[in-house]
């Protein structure tokens, strides 16, 4: 039998091999609705062409819908290792979106929001 | 506790205010910036000398008190380059490329000067792929050109608007893209800054 078990039976290589994600979160300054559609659109376009249809698809980005989270914010999940991919194409997108600092959970990323909303206030004035 | 290597975006062209600078040291980790002033709007609070550096456009001074002025101001006299290597550069600290075209007569001409050559993000920000891909490599290129010539080669937002701006992380990342070390890339930044407050320029009058 290939794989090392535990002494309850389940396999350690799964906990070995687990797959680490990160939320990268953007700021929509202009949230009309369609911006919402056309950012995912070009920003997945962007990761695209940049990085290749492999990395993009290894990458594993998609859109997390968070409760209490307002629609202003936008929280893509991606795979650890393509992160740096997931920011440059965030950053080269045609709309006007401010990246917060990605967090590896949930809770910290609304903390960080949290935080954005005191620091940022003139942003989101404006 | 004091950071040693400090994060420097030496080009954002947005309104000062002491929100935006805090908000770009809490969020984006940025430590120092450069910044333009109108007329008289100069920070003159000394514990802002370390934070804030003053971009003069060349041309704009007429006296040659550049470095640490009477006023206490830290000022960087920049100049842009658009291509044509006959137009003088002398007594400017930052060169901001925006056509590689004779740049290298230019690094050529100005060799020992100590002066920094700046690229912007944000004039390829809206550009198309290709033409990112392009500017990563040219990037590259510029960077081992300086280190050949005696340049500080600068990376800088060049942001107009918030969404303009750019983080440590993303900083990082385009320098990765273009396989230039970050930390070499911070340390040598800083060091040349450093030298440029202490007025350890050479500033040919002629």
């Not at chain 1, 393509?82 to 590896?104: A, E, H, K, Q, W």
């Not at chain 2, 842009?80 to 050529?108: P, Q």
Request: glycine fraction near 6%; charge should be positive; include cysteine.
């Amino acid at each position: 039998m290939f794989g090392w078990r535990t002494k309850k039976g389940a396999a350690l290589s799964t906990t070995l091999t687990k797959k680490k994600y990160r939320y990268a979160c953007v700021y929509l300054q202009n949230n009309d609705g369609s911006v919402y559609s056309r950012f995912m659109s070009d920003f997945y376009g962007r990761l695209i062409e940049l990085c290749g249809s492999i990395d993009f698809h290894k990458s594993n980005a998609r859109i997390v819908n968070v409760d209490a989270v307002s629609k202003k914010f936008l929280i893509v999940k991606c795979k650890l290792e393509y992160v740096d991919n997931v920011l440059l194409s965030m950053y080269f997108t045609n709309y006007p979106i401010i990246i917060l600092p990605i967090s590896g959970t949930i809770k910290q990323l609304k903390k960080r929001i949290q935080e954005f909303l005191v620091y940022g206030d003139f942003l989101t004035d404006s | 506790m004091k950071k040693l290597v400090k994060v420097i975006d030496l080009n954002i062209n947005l309104f000062y205010s002491e929100k935006l600078i805090n908000f770009l040291k809490t969020f984006f980790g940025i430590d120092v910036f450069g910044m333009a002033f109108n007329g008289d709007s100069y920070i003159s609070d000394r514990q802002k000398k370390d934070v804030i550096v003053h971009r003069k456009r060349h041309g704009a001074v007429k006296s040659f008190d550049m470095g640490e002025s009477n006023s206490e101001h830290f000022f960087l006299i920049g100049s842009i380059f658009k291509g044509n290597a006959d137009e003088s550069h002398y007594n400017v600290d930052i060169l901001t490329v925006k056509n590689l075209s004779n740049i290298k007569s230019i690094l050529k001409k100005y060799n020992g000067k100590n002066m920094g050559i700046e690229f912007l993000v944000s004039d390829i920000k809206y550009s198309d792929n290709r033409e990112i891909g392009k500017w990563f490599y040219n990037m590259k290129w510029i960077y081992e050109m300086c280190k050949k010539y005696n340049f500080q080669f600068i990376l800088s937002s060049g942001a107009n608007k918030y969404c303009e701006l750019i983080s440590l992380k993303v900083f990082n990342i385009l320098l990765k893209e273009s396989d230039i070390e970050n930390k070499k890339y911070w340390n040598d930044l800083n060091v040349w800054l450093e030298n440029k407050k202490r007025g350890g320029t050479f500033y040919d009058t002629n």
